[in-house]
């Protein structure tokens, strides 16, 4: 099932909402579980998407050196590893990093670190709490 133009994941109610079932997909034939390189797939729909103020494209940037480019992360992740995951659509600013200032987070990164992957860091907000991607947001 894919969900458009969501904030909140279960309210079906939602006005804006788009709910379309799909069989078909292709996950990237190079993933690894391990390092999650290649953590992306392609899903077939059976019916055109009509784009409205809920429902809009995303542009892919077409940078090839990200440096400290800023970048907004979105997605239903779960809450710090706690295993739940958020009923509703969670943002925030980030910052990528650039290869070489990852290069200090090798050892905890070890598997997943190279040149292709994007970094980005987490940052506080006004409240104090950290803001970072966290696992099922991909």
Known sequence: KVILGAHSYSDKSEKGRMEIISTKYKSHENYSEKT????????????????????????????????????????????????????????????????????????????????KNLFVVGRNNKAGEVKMICNGDS
Request: proline share 2%; charged share 30%; hydrophobic share 40%.
């Open 36 to 115: 999650v390189e290649n953590d992306i797939a392609v899903i077939e729909l059976p019916e055109a998407i009509k784009f409205t103020d809920t429902i809009k494209p995303i542009k892919i940037s077409k940078l090839k050196d990200f440096g400290s480019e800023e970048v907004r992360v979105a997605g239903w992740g779960f809450f710090n590893n706690s295993g739940k995951f958020s009923k509703v659509l969670q943002t925030a600013q980030m910052k990528l990093l650039a290869y070489k200032e990852c290069e200090k987070y090798r050892k905890n990164y070890l598997e997943v670190l190279n040149e």
